[in-house]
C-alpha cells in the first residue's frame, strides 16, 4: 500500500499532470475575481474567504478524471484489482496520494492568495485550518466520482456534474467558517461539522467507490 | 401471490396495461377537478390575494419531486439487493418525471415569489435544497445515458442514488444551518395550528392525489417502455449473431 | 373566469408553465412509447420470421 502511494505520488510529480496544474488553476481563478467584480478592496475582503474556497474546490476537481484514467487506459488498475490489497483501500490511497499532490498545496497557497484579495487579518489561520480539514473530503468523494465515471469516453464534464453537488455540504461548512473568522466570529460550530462531514466521508466513501469500481472493473 | 411476482417483465406488463387506463383517466380527472375547483372557486386569501391558487400545482409538485426520488431510492435498493431489471428501469422511468416535478415547484415558487417576495429567487433554505435536487437528478440522468451497458449503468446509477440520497440529506441540513428562510412552514402537517385553512385544503388534496396517480401512470408507462428497448435490443443482438 | 385582480399575471403564467411542463412529459413519454413499441414489433416479427 506504501509503494502504491508512493507510486502515485511519483507519477503525480514526474508526469508533470496534477501537480502545478491545479495550484496554476487556482491562482489564475483567484487573480480574474478581481477583474469581474471590480478592484475595491472593502469588496474583495468581504467575499475572500468565499471565493478562496470556491477557487481550491475547483482546482480540486481539475485533476479528478486523472485519478484513475491513467491506470484504466494502461491496464495498470486491472493489475491492482487482483493484486491481495481490498480495492477499497486501493483507493482509499489514491485519493491520498491525490491529496498529497493537489489538496496539500492549494492549502498551503491559500493564505498567500489571501492577501491578493485582501483577507481580513484574523481569517487566514482559520482559512487554511478549514481547507486542511475539508480538502480530504473533496479528495476522497472525487475518487468515487472517478470510479463512476472510470468507463466513459471523455468522462470529465459528466464527473463534474455529479462531483459537484456532492461538494456543497463541504463547501458550505468550509466557507462558513472561514467567513465566520474572518468577520471576528466564533467558527468553532462549522468547524466541527466540517470535521465530522470529512471524518464520515473518509470512513465511508472508500466502500462505496470500491463497489462503482467492481462493477466498472467486471 | 407475492408482490415479486411482478419482478417478471412479462407480468409486469400485463399487469401495468390493465392497471394505466385507469390511472391515466383518475388522475386526468382528478387533475381537472382539483384545479378547476381550486382555481375558479376559491376565494383569495386575505394577504396574498389570488396568488394563492397557485398552491395547487406548487405543493403537489413540490411533493411529487421529493417522492420520486425517494421511488428511486427504494427502486435502487430492490436492484441492488434483489437484481430485479424491472426495478432499476423504474428507477430510470421516474429520473425525468421527476425533473418535471422539480421544475414545476421551482417555477411556480419563482413565480409566486415574485409579487409576494419582491424576488424571484432567494437563497432561502428550502429554494437551495430544491435547485440542490433538481442538480442530483441532472447527475443520475447523465450517468444513465452516458454508460453504454445497461446492466452496468443500473448498478452504478443505483450508488449513486444512494450516496446522492446521503449527501442531499446532508445539504438540507448544511442549507438550513447556512441561511434563514423565508418560505414558509410545511403548507400540510399533522399540526392544525400550521395547516392551511380548510378551503383551500380539499382542492389541494384532490390536486395531490392527481399528480400521485400521473406519477404513477407516468412510471409504469415509462417503465414498460424501458422493458421494450431492451427487448428490442436483446432481439437485434440475437439476430446479429444468427446472421 | 374568476376575478384575479392584480395578480392575475402570475397565477396565470404559472398554471401555463405548469401545465405545458406536463404536458410535455406525458407527450414525450408517450410518443417514445409508441416508437420502441413499434420498433419492437418490428423486430420480434422479423425474428418469428427467421428463427
Known amino acids: ?161 455529479l462531483v459537484l453537488p456532492l461538494y456543497v455540504p463541504t463547501l458550505i461548512f468550509g466557507a462558513e467558517a472561514a467567513r465566520r473568522a474572518a468577520q471576528g466570529l466564533d467558527p468553532a460550530t462549522p468547524l466541527l461539522l466540517l470535521a465530522g462531514i470529512t471524518l464520515a466521508v473518509l470512513a465511508a466513501m472508500p466502500f462505496a467507490a470500491g463497489l462503482v469500481l467492481r462493477v466498472n472493473l467486471r | 401471490m407475492s408482490l415479486w411476482e411482478y419482478a417478471n417483465p412479462v407480468k409486469f406488463l400485463a399487469l401495468s396495461e390493465r392497471v394505466m387506463p385507469w390511472l391515466w383517466v383518475s388522475s386526468a380527472v382528478c387533475l381537472v377537478v382539483g384545479l378547476i375547483w381550486g382555481f375558479f372557486f376559491t376565494p383569495d386569501d386575505f394577504r396574498q390575494g389570488s396568488t394563492v391558487k397557485i398552491i395547487y400545482l406548487h405543493v403537489p409538485a413540490a411533493l411529487m419531486a421529493i417522492n420520486a426520488w425517494f421511488m428511486m431510492l427504494v427502486a435502487s435498493l430492490i436492484w441492488i439487493v434483489r437484481r430485479h431489471h424491472v426495478s432499476a428501469l423504474a428507477a430510470k422511468a421516474a429520473a425525468p418525471v421527476g425533473i418535471v416535478m422539480t421544475l414545476i415547484a421551482l417555477v411556480t415558487g419563482a413565480i409566486w415569489g415574485q409579487p409576494m417576495w419582491g424576488t424571484w429567487w432567494a437563497w432561502d433554505p428550502r429554494l437551495t435544497s430544491f435547485l440542490i435536487l433538481f442538480l442530483f437528478y441532472l447527475g443520475y440522468v447523465a450517468l444513465w445515458e452516458a454508460i453504454e451497458d445497461p446492466d452496468t449503468a443500473a448498478d452504478l446509477t443505483s450508488i449513486l442514488c444512494l450516496v446522492g440520497t446521503v449527501f442531499a440529506v446532508l445539504s438540507r441540513y448544511a442549507v438550513l444551518f447556512w441561511n434563514q428562510g423565508l418560505h414558509q412552514g410545511a403548507s400540510l402537517s399533522l399540526d392544525k395550528e400550521e395547516n392551511v385553512a380548510d378551503v383551500f385544503y380539499f382542492p389541494l388534496l384532490v390536486c395531490i392525489g392527481g399528480f400521485v396517480l400521473l406519477f404513477l401512470a407516468l412510471v409504469l408507462y415509462r417503465t414498460g417502455t424501458e422493458i421494450r428497448v431492451r427487448r428490442t435490443r436483446a432481439l437485434m443482438a440475437r439476430e446479429a449473431k444468427l446472421a | 373566469m374568476p376575478d384575479l385582480g392584480k395578480y392575475a399575471d402570475a397565477v396565470l403564467s404559472a398554471y401555463a408553465v405548469s401545465i405545458v411542463l406536463l404536458v410535455a412529459i406525458v407527450g414525450l413519454s408517450l410518443w417514445r412509447g409508441r416508437k420502441v413499441r413499434a420498433e419492437m414489433e418490428n423486430v420480434e416479427r422479423r425474428s418469428g420470421r427467421d428463427g
Not at chain 1, 474556497?53 to 487506459?73: F, M, Y
Not at chain 1, 489514491?94 to 484579495?117: E, Q, S
Open chain 1, 1 to 161: 500500500m506504501r509503494a502504491l502511494f508512493f507510486r502515485d505520488l511519483a507519477l503525480a510529480l514526474r508526469a508533470g499532470g496534477g501537480f502545478g496544474l491545479g495550484l496554476a488553476f487556482f491562482l489564475i481563478v483567484v487573480v480574474l475575481v478581481p477583474f469581474s467584480v471590480g478592484p475595491q478592496s472593502a469588496l474583495l475582503t468581504q467575499i475572500a474567504p468565499g471565493v478562496l474556497w470556491l477557487g481550491a474546490l475547483l482546482a480540486c476537481l481539475l485533476s479528478l478524471d486523472r485519478l484513475l484514467a491513467v491506470d484504466w487506459e494502461d491496464g495498470a488498475l486491472d493489475l491492482l484489482a487482483t493484486s491481495p490489497l481490498p480495492l477499497e483501500g486501493i483507493l482509499a490511497v489514491k485519493a491520498a496520494a491525490h491529496w498529497v499532490t493537489t489538496g496539500l498545496p492549494l492549502v498551503l497557497a491559500a493564505p498567500v492568495l489571501g492577501v491578493l484579495l485582501n483577507l481580513a487579518p484574523g481569517g487566514y489561520g482559520v482559512l487554511v485550518l478549514s481547507l486542511a480539514l475539508g480538502t480530504p473530503a473533496l479528495s476522497m468523494i472525487g475518487a468515487f466520482g472517478a470510479a463512476l465515471t472510470v468507463g466513459i469516453k471523455r468522462g470529465g464534464l459528466l464527473l463534474s456534474l
